[in-house]
C-alpha cells in the first residue's frame, strides 16, 4: 500500500484534480460504450422480432382471406348447387 | 484466387501505394514545419537539415536541457532565468557547449529543475536571448521508484512558490 | 488455413462461436481489470519526478496503444472486405470503429490530464499528439461513411477505402517521437528488450493492458453479433433465434 490514509490516498500527493478527471472520464465513456452495445443487440433483436410478427399477421390474414375466399366459392358453389337441383326437381 | 479477385486486389493495393507516397511527400516537405523546436546549437548554426538561421525577434520554440546551476529565480515574483544547452543522450554537460539564455516570468511546471529537458515558446532577443511566454517540461520515458531514485543519487522537487511571489503573479 | 477459416465466414456458426466466447472474454476482462487498476491505483509505486500523477500512465498506454490496434484489425478486415467481399469482415470493421473511437479519445483526455501538470500544457502541437487527433478524426469518419448509406455494402466499401487510407497514420504514430522532435517521451514498454521502469511498476501495466484489450474484445464481440443480425434479418437461422429469445 503506497498510502497511508484514505484521505492521502484521494489527494494522490496533489494531483488528485488530474488523476480523478482520467480515471472517471475513462470509466464514464467506456461504461457507456459497453451499455450502449449492449442495448443496441437488444434494439435489432426487438426490431426483428416485431417486424416477424407484422409479417406473420399479414400472412394470417392473407391465410384467412384465403380461406374465406374458398369458402365463399364452396357456398356460392353449394347454391349453386341446390338451385340447379330444386330447378330439376320442379 | 480467381482473375477477379486479383485484378481487385491489385488495384487496391495500387491505390493504397499511391496515396502513402503522396502522404509520404506532403509529410517530408512538412518536416521542417512538423520539428516542434530549435536545439540551442541551431541557433547559431542553422537548423541541422535545412541550415535555416532564426533572426531575431522571430517567434520560435527552442528545446534542451536546463544547464545545472544557471537557473535564478528571482525572490519575490516569478522571474526567472536559466541556461539551455542541447539535450543529448545520456545527459551530460560540457562548459564549451553552446547555450542559449531563457527569460520567463510565469509558473514553471512540476517537473522543471537542473538537468531537465524542457522546450520554451517565445522571442529570440539578441540572437542568443529567448523571452518566453510558456515553459514546458519535457521527460524522457524512465519511470521509477522513489526509493531507488534516491539509490541512485537522482532527486526531484517541484519547483515551489511563496505566497508572495504567486500574488505578485496576479 | 483457408480451409480452417472457412466456417467462419458462414454467418451463423461465427454468430454461435461468438456466443460462446463472449462470456470468457467478459469474465477474464473484469478479473483483469480489477486487479490492474488497483494495483496501479493503491499498490504501485509513484514515480520520483512526477509522483501520484504517474498513475495515469495505466489508463493513458494501454488505451493510446489499443487505439493503434484496433486501426490495425479494422484495416485488416477492410481490406478482406475489399479483395474477397467477405460480408463478415465488412461487419466486424463497422463493430470495431465505435470502440477504436472511443480509445483514442480516452488516450487524448488521459494525455492531457497528464501533460497540463507534468510538462505545463494540456495540449501542444507535437507530432505525435497531432497525429493521434488525425486518429481519432479517422475513426469518426469510418464510423460516419458506415453510417452515411442505406446500403450496407456501398456504405462498408465506402468506409473501407477510408480505413486502408488511413493506415498510413499508424506509423506515423508510432514513430512521430523517433522521426521529429516531439514534446512527448519516447516508448517505455513496447521497446525492444527490457521496459525503462521497474517491474513493481511494469506489472501493473501488464494486468491493466491485458483486461483493457479483453474489454475490447469483449465490446467488439458484441458489436459484431448485434451486425451480424442486422445484415442477416431475413434469414431463417435469424428468424428461428429471434422467436426463441422474444418468445
Sequence with gaps: MQFDSINAFFNMGGYAFYVWLSYGVSTCLLVALFFSSKANNQKIIKKIAQRQKRENKLRQAAKLQNEQNKQNKQNKQNEKNTITSSEEKS | ????????????????????LVTGLVLYALSQNIDLFYKPSEIYLGKEDTGIKPINGQRLRIGGLVVPGSVHRDEDSLKVNFKLADMKMPITFNESDPTVTVRYDGILPDLFREGQGI?????LVDGKFIEASEVLAKHDENYMPKELAEDAGEQHEKPSYSQEQLKKDN | MWKWLHPYAKPEITYHFTGKILPW????????????????LLFAPADYQQGDSFRIFYLHVPAASLSMGIY???ATAALCSLVWQLKLADASAAAMAPVGATFTLIALITGAAWGKPMWGTWWIWDARLTSELILLFLYLGVIALHNAFEDKTLAGK????????????????????EWWNTLHQGATVSKLGKPSMTMDMFWPFVFCFLGFALLVATIICIRFRTEILARNSMRPWVRELVEKVEG
Design chain 3, 72 to 74: 490495425v484489425g479494422m
Design chain 3, 25 to 40: 472474454f467478459s469474465y477474464l476482462a473484469t478479473i483483469l481489470l480489477s486487479i490492474g487498476i488497483v494495483w496501479a
Design chain 2, 119 to 123: 522546450v520554451a515558446n517565445g522571442v
Design chain 3, 158 to 177: 465506402a468506409a473501407a477505402i477510408l480505413t486502408l487510407v488511413g493506415v498510413i497514420n499508424i506509423p506515423i504514430i508510432k514513430y512521430s517521437v
Design chain 2, 1 to 20: 484466387m480467381n482473375p477477379r479477385r486479383k485484378k481487385r486486389l491489385t488495384i487496391v493495393t495500387a491505390i493504397i501505394i499511391g496515396l502513402s
